[in-house]
């Protein structure tokens, strides 16, 4: 009973841990294309798009 409850919460905290990290890295992709998409439409923005996408 307790080895079934063991595998169960170790089951449950990797399913957890693998949303957790789904979910942050749905934010950072959706952050990257705001900035990018706010860099674009500021004046001279374009210039500055293509100088940040340049530089690694």
Do not use: D, N
Not at 4 to 14: D, E, G, I
Not at 33 to 55: D, E, K, N, W
């Amino acid at each position: 009973m307790i080895e079934k409850y063991l595998s169960l919460t170790m089951q449950m905290s990797s399913v957890s841990f693998t949303y957790t990290i789904f979910t942050l890295w749905t934010r950072f992709c959706c952050s990257i294309i705001s900035i990018a998409r706010a860099v674009h439409f500021l004046p001279h923005g374009q210039a500055l798009y293509y100088f940040s996408r340049a530089t690694p």
